[in-house]
């Protein structure tokens, strides 16, 4: 099995490293952690890692937890496992830039704890130049307003993974306007569609890490 395909299986059993007892069948052999910093010490860009191995892999969970092969104290093993992947990509992923293009204020909706995708747009995003103000999970519209209320300038982001958590999206924008805030507005997330974002107002819609940085660069009328 190639290295990229050690590291999906391993982030799809929920193994995080050579020290976690979970799955018992995999105990004592190399997990995410350790996979992803051999696949960087063996020079696969950082970009292979996640499209080829880490990010893959989250849909496998997803699907297996549809049709009940899986449930949720697994899909949470599985996610930490791709934190410790994550963690390491990081560094690579956010290296000092001088330019600061703008400020983000993002932040995972009112009702919704995912936040393993939220936190990869925030690193593309800061490798890219933006400064993150990052509100974490379960965002209240108020806890937005309050933070867009500091930084009329900033764009906003915000991420749902629940398709019942994803209509918060629209009493952030309509909340912001009501207090005459016209902060511009990118979302994203998997129930999230183009069509979804217009329907609420939002100026920005993203389906990855990447096309987030051309987003907030395309809001803020900075070249890509
Ligand atoms: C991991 C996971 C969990 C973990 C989350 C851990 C964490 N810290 O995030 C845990 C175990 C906690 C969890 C819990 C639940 N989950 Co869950 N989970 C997932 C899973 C398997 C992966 C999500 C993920 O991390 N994907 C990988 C990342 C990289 O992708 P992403 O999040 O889509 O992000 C990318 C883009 O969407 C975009 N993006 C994301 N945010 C933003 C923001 C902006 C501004 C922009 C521009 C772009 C952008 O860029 C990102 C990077 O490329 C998904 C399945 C799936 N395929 O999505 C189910 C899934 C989302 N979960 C689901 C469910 C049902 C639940 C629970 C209700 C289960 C339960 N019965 O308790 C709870 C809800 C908890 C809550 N209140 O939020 C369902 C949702 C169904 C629906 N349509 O509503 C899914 C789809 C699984 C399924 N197929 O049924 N879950």
Redesign the pocket.
């Known amino acids: 099995m190639s290295l990229l395909d050690a590291i999906k299986y391993s982030v799809v059993q929920g193994h995080i490293d050579s020290s976690s007892k979970f799955p018992k069948d995999m105990e004592g052999k190399d997990g995410v952690h350790e996979l992803t910093q051999q696949a960087i010490d063996s020079g696969i860009s950082v970009e292979d890692i ?1 499209t080829q191995g ?2 893959p892999a ?2 496998i ?3 297996r ?2 049709k009940n092969e899986i ?3 697994e ?2 093993f ?3 496992a ?2 410790s992947g994550l963690e390491l990509i990081k560094p690579f992923l956010t290296e000092d830039s001088d330019l600061i293009l703008g400020t ?1 204020i ?1 932040g ?1 909706v009112q ?11 925030c690193m ?1 995003l800061e490798g890219a130049g933006f400064q993150i103000e990052d509100l974490g ?2 965002v209240t519209a108020q806890k937005f307003l309050e933070a867009a209320k500091n930084n009329p300038d900033a764009i ?11 209509k918060n999206m629209k009493g952030v924008i309509d909340l912001l306007r009501a207090n005459d805030l016209d902060n511009k507005v ?7 569609t183009p069509a979804f974002a217009e329907e609420i107002g939002a100026l ?9 940085v051309r ?2 660069k395309r809001l803020l009328g900075v070249a890509a």
């Open positions: 996640l880490l990010i989250m849909s969970v997803g699907k937890y549809e449930f949720v104290p899909m949470l599985s996610a930490k791709m934190k983000v993002i995972t009702g919704d704890l995912h936040d393993i995708g939220k936190n990869l747009v593309m999970i379960n906003i982001g915000m991420s749902a993974l629940l398709t019942v958590t994803m990118f979302i994203g997330g998997a129930p999230v920005g819609y993203a389906k990855n890490a990447n096309q987030a987003e907030a």
